[in-house]
C-alpha cells in the first residue's frame, strides 16, 4: 500500500517533503478522495513543521488517522486517541525518535534522503489502516 509507493519513489519526482509525501500517497493508497488544494494542506509540516521537531510523516500519519477514524469531532472519537498513540509508539521503537532534527542525524544521508524515515511512518500507517479497516 502506501509503504511501497513510498519506497518506489512516491514523490520524489514533484519534490515533495515527508509530510506532503504521506498525505498525498495515503489519499492514493487508502483512495481518501482529497482534491489535490487540500493535499496543500500538509506542505508546511515538513522539516517538523519547518523547526525540526515533530517529523512531518508522523504529523501528516495523524492527519490520515484523522481523516479515516474520527466520527464527528475528536472529542467523540474514542478509536482515535489510541491509534495516534500506536502510531507514536511503534515509530519511536522503530527509529529511536519522533524529532526531525535527531531522525535526520540518525537516518538521512544525501543519497536517499529522509525515503527510510517516511517509508517508517508509512509501514507503521499501513499496519494501523489495515487492521482497523478491517474492523
Do not use: W
Given at each position: 500500500?502506501?509503504?511501497?509507493?513510498?519506497?518506489?519513489?512516491?514523490?520524489?519526482?514533484?519534490?515533495?517533503?515527508?509530510?506532503?509525501?504521506i498525505?498525498s500517497g495515503?489519499?492514493?493508497?487508502?483512495q481518501?478522495?482529497?482534491?489535490?488544494?487540500?493535499?496543500?494542506?500538509a506542505a508546511?509540516?515538513?522539516?517538523?513543521?519547518?523547526?525540526g521537531?515533530?517529523?512531518?510523516?508522523?504529523?501528516?500519519?495523524?492527519?490520515?488517522?484523522?481523516?479515516?477514524?474520527?466520527?464527528?469531532t475528536?472529542h467523540?472519537?474514542?478509536?482515535?486517541?489510541?491509534?495516534?498513540?500506536?502510531?507514536?509508539?511503534?515509530?519511536?521503537?522503530?527509529?529511536?525518535?519522533?524529532n526531525?532534527?535527531?531522525?535526520?542525524?540518525?537516518?538521512?544521508?544525501?543519497?536517499?534522503?529522509?525515503?527510510?524515515?517516511i517509508?517508517?511512518?508509512?509501514?507503521?500507517?499501513?499496519?494501523i489502516?489495515s487492521?482497523?479497516?478491517?474492523?
Amino acid at each position: 500500500m502506501l509503504t511501497e509507493l513510498i519506497l518506489q519513489g512516491f514523490g520524489e519526482k514533484e519534490d515533495l517533503n515527508c509530510a506532503e509525501k504521506i498525505l498525498s500517497g495515503a489519499n492514493q493508497a487508502y483512495q481518501l478522495n482529497l482534491p489535490p488544494a487540500q493535499l496543500k494542506i500538509a506542505a508546511g509540516f515538513g522539516g517538523g513543521m519547518a523547526i525540526g521537531s515533530v517529523c512531518g510523516a508522523l504529523t501528516s500519519s495523524v492527519m490520515v488517522l484523522s481523516l479515516l477514524f474520527t466520527e464527528s469531532t475528536g472529542h467523540q472519537s474514542p478509536r482515535l486517541k489510541p491509534l495516534i498513540q500506536e502510531l507514536f509508539t511503534e515509530y519511536k521503537e522503530a527509529m529511536e525518535s519522533i524529532n526531525c532534527s535527531e531522525l535526520k542525524t540518525l537516518h538521512y544521508t544525501p543519497e536517499v534522503k529522509c525515503k527510510k524515515v517516511i517509508a517508517a511512518a508509512a509501514q507503521v500507517l499501513d499496519k494501523i489502516v489495515s487492521r482497523e479497516r478491517g474492523k
